[in-house]
Structure formats: C-alpha cells, structure tokens
T-cell receptor, first 111, second 115 residues
Framework: KQEVTQIPAALSVPEGENLVLNCSFT??????LQWFRQDPGKGLTSLLL?????REQTSGRLNASLDKSSGRSTLYIAASQPGDSATYLC??????????FGKGMKLTVNP | EAGVVQSPRYKIIEKKQPVAFWCNPI?????LYWYLQNLGQGPELLIR????????DSQLPKDRFSAERLKGVDSTLKIQPAELGDSAVYLC?????????????FGPGTRLTVL
C-alpha cells in the first residue's frame, strides 16, 4: 500500500527565504507526482506535475524534483512571499489512477 | 475555461438526515473523482468514474454512500443517513485520461457539518 509522508507538518519563515518542502513515498512504481496548494476553506490548486520519466518541473518561483528510485520529491520555493502562505500537499498516482496524498505541510511566510 | 464546479459549498444537517453533493467537471474530462478530506489530512479517494462507469468504488462505504454519473458528465454523491463522523470536505476532481500526464483538477469542495 502506497504511503506518502510530508515532514515537517508546519513551517514558519520570514519573507524572502528560499524554501524546500519534502515529500517521500514508499512505492516507487508511480505514474506521476503532483504538488498542490490549498488555501483555508478552499479546494486544491495544482502547482506542478512531474511524470515518472521526468526529473523536474519548473513554474515561476517553483521547482519540483523527483527521484523515483529513492521515493522522494522536493518542492523548492524561491524568494518566499506572504502570499505563499498555504498548505502544500504532495500526491502520487499509481496504476489505479487515484492520487495518494500526504497530510500536507502548512507554510506561513511572515512579512 | 471554467474549472470543476461543486455545490453546495457548505451544508449543515442533523445526523440521520440525507444529503447530496453535485459536481460538474471540466468540459471534455472523461474521468471524475470524489475524494473525502478530513481535517488535517490529505484527501482520500471515494470513487472514480470513467465516463458513466464507476471503475473504482472500493473505498466508498456502500451502506450509506451512493454516487451516480448519468450521461458521463455531472455527478452526484449522496449520503443517507448521515452520521457525525461524515463531517468533512467532499472534493470532486476531473481529468482527461487521454493525456500523457492525466493531471487532476479539483473543485472548491463541499464542507459538510453533521450535528
């Protein structure tokens, strides 16, 4: 059974810091990995998707990497801003097409 | 392009009452998912549809939960009767399985409170 872990559960940083969010998964047989953002009381916004054959994806200040063999992904946020404050969730998709999520990491960026 | 639409956004009911949630996926998306998200947890799949067919409902508590996707577009998720433990956010997502990445897009969710 696939399990996804995100540590730490919460992070509070001053504005301007470069951040690394970690995600680990137990079964390396994945189809893809998605990073999502969730604002309080809102749904999930897809940030980046990395296919299993890819190593990384970039969008603006975000960069996500995937090391399938070691079961790890990182989301790098450059020059963090207060508007980046949200919960970030990592999810992996296997052959069943369902997404298996971590519990998320709550990020607070202080002005 | 409109995203995934869900209604209602919030619902408060008393236990043992029935409740229904509606989802309209992104136009052209053939796959529709219902996820359950408890407080402080990541979403968990309840059911997945490919067009009109429920291809994965192994996590759906069938004694009280039911779902349908008539005509392969909109979907309804029903709970009857609701229990206190059903209080959670119910998320709908859609994707087009014909693409290489099969990216899933989520709606805003319905927050259910059972009193």
């Amino acid at each position: 059974k696939q399990e996804v872990t995100q540590i730490p559960a919460a992070l509070s940083v001053p504005e301007g810091e470069n951040l690394v969010l970690n995600c680990s998964f137990t079964d390396s047989a994945i189809y893809n990995l998605q990073w999502f953002r969730q604002d309080p009381g809102k749904g999930l916004t897809s940030l980046l998707l990395i296919q299993s054959s890819q190593r990384e994806q970039t969008s603006g200040r975000l960069n996500a990497s995937l090391d399938k063999s070691s079961g790890r992904s990182t989301l790098y946020i450059a020059a963090s801003q207060p508007g980046d404050s949200a919960t970030y969730l990592c999810a992996v998709q296997g052959g069943s097409e369902k997404l298996v999520f971590g519990k998320g990491m709550k990020l607070t960026v202080n002005p | 392009e409109a995203g995934v639409v869900q209604s209602p956004r919030y619902k408060i009911i008393e236990k043992k009452q029935p409740v229904a949630f509606w989802c309209n996926p992104i136009s052209g998306h053939n796959t529709l998912y219902w996820y359950l998200q408890n407080l402080g947890q990541g979403p968990e799949l309840l059911i997945r549809y490919e067009n009109e067919e429920a291809v994965d409902d192994s996590q759906l508590p069938k004694d009280r939960f039911s779902a349908e996707r008539l005509k392969g577009v909109d979907s309804t998720l029903k709970i009857q009767p609701a229990e206190l433990g059903d209080s959670a956010v119910y998320l709908c997502a859609s994707s087009f399985s014909g693409t290489e990445d099969n990216e899933q897009f989520f709606g805003p969710g319905t927050r259910l409170t059972v009193l």
